[in-house]
């Protein structure tokens, strides 16, 4: 492959393979110390170093090659010492693939009402003991380098983008840059750890463009988009992810982070991002909700009570997959309101579900079929064309592709 599809960094290599000749989709694979990540891809989150059910080798089957932790979560318990002991998070979870840790930033706005915010960093109570803790860039960098994550995220001053407060949006985003000089002088493992930035802005996009600007001056190993999946409209949400996608450099990865309905996903592929994450699939699954193509099932209902089928036909989880587990829709339901095995069993599922959506928005990258894809899936989705989310149509339409007209 020609040198000028290569990107690299210390510890990271990015290769881009193929491009969408129609929207903005790439296709690339992501080296990181602990192997290859193919993208377009969507991370799980093992917020406290485990998939709420799963053990590592059920998550490692789903085709999962890069999770999330959450440093905040970690630091708390089982604290630092205990991770430096033995050797980090890898090691702590039995993990042997790639690990991404959220810097506990978002935590200022999950759990705003705990913390504190200025220019030294985040006081907030402990969620354990109501004791007061202080979460600065240098502490939150020095848990996530004890941690031992392949991809680190430097501390950034989150609002709710549905903020009315343009001052505090304002002061935010150059906070967040100011923080992100202080995460680069902290990081005591750049050989074998990349530090992401998050571009902050909320829906301003003159000022996220602004931030955009000032963190590609600091190089860092990748991009991440922050501050969104807030409650924003879907409309403000594209436009944000398609002026930063925009303005960041071919060769490194970009990041949206919190981003993990099907429908998300594949717009903002199409938009030029590359990673997602989201709790959502493992969440929804507690509560008795399988991922299809064809939208989402309540298998709770009385209606699944007697259905023998799979939980989705043609799917290739350990759970559909009749030569394996050969679970039905029906046992599924008997559990979902009494035992964990359902919510286990689920999540096994809807993990399956996003990382093969994404191993399929990548083939079409490769065959150059994307846009075609688009179509069979909003398709699949929707039994009624009147039926598509306006956001989605709009999105697509300026990248290129009319999913109202076949022809276009």
């Not at 881009?16 to 790439?26: D, E, I, K, M, V």
């Not at 485990?50 to 089982?78: A, D, F, M, V």
């Not at 009315?164 to 493992?189: F, G, T, Y």
Request: net charge neutral.
């Amino acid at each position: 492959m020609a040198s000028s599809t290569i990107g690299s960094s210390a510890a990271l290599t990015f290769e881009l393979g193929a491009r969408c000749s129609t929207t903005r989709a790439r296709a690339s694979i992501l080296t990181l110390p602990h192997g290859p990540v193919r993208l377009p891809v969507f991370m799980p989150v093992a917020t406290q170093a485990s998939l709420k059910g799963l053990t590592p080798e059920q998550l490692e089957e789903t085709g999962c090659r890069l999770c999330l932790n959450n440093t905040y979560h970690l630091g708390l318990k089982p604290g630092q010492d205990v991770l430096a002991s033995v050797g980090g998070a890898h090691k702590f979870q039995g993990w042997n693939h790639n690990l991404l840790t959220d810097s506990g930033g978002f935590q200022m706005v999950s759990l705003l009402k705990l913390a504190n915010v200025t220019e030294e960093g985040v006081r907030f109570l402990s969620p354990h003991d109501g004791s007061p803790m202080l979460l600065t860039p240098e502490h939150s960098i020095s848990l996530q380098n004890t941690i031992g994550s392949d991809i680190i995220m430097q501390l950034d001053d989150v609002l709710v983008t549905t903020s009315p407060d343009k001052v505090r949006m304002r002061q935010a985003m150059e906070r967040s840059v100011r923080w992100l000089d202080r995460c680069i002088a902290a990081h005591k493992n750049p050989t074998t750890q990349n530090l992401f930035c998050i571009i902050q802005g909320g829906l301003d996009v003159e000022m996220r463009r602004e931030c955009c600007r000032q963190m590609l001056e600091r190089d860092t190993p990748g991009i991440a988009i922050g501050g969104l999946s807030g409650g924003e409209a879907k409309v403000d949400f594209c436009k944000v992810v398609e002026t930063c996608t925009e303005m960041l450099p071919e060769l490194k990865p970009r990041y949206v982070m919190g981003i993990g309905y099907p429908e998300d996903l594949v717009v903002s592929v199409a938009l030029g991002a590359d990673m997602f994450d989201c709790v959502w699939p493992t969440r929804t699954a507690r509560f008795g909700n399988a991922i299809t193509k064809h939208g989402v099932l309540n298998l709770r209902n009385a209606q699944f009570g007697n259905d023998f089928g799979p939980i989705e036909e043609g799917c290739g989880c350990l759970c559909c997959r009749p030569q394996h587990l050969g679970v039905t829709r029906a046992f599924i339901s008997h559990n979902a309101a009494k035992e964990t095995v359902a919510a286990h069993l689920l999540t096994i599922h809807n993990v399956w579900y996003q990382l093969n959506l994404m191993k399929q928005v990548r083939q079409s990258i490769i065959e150059d079929r994307f846009p075609a894809f688009l179509r069979q899936f909003f398709s699949d989705l929707y039994d009624d064309k009147s039926k598509y989310p306006e956001w989605a149509v709009d999105a697509l339409k300026r990248v290129g592709v009319d999913l109202l007209n076949d022809d276009a």
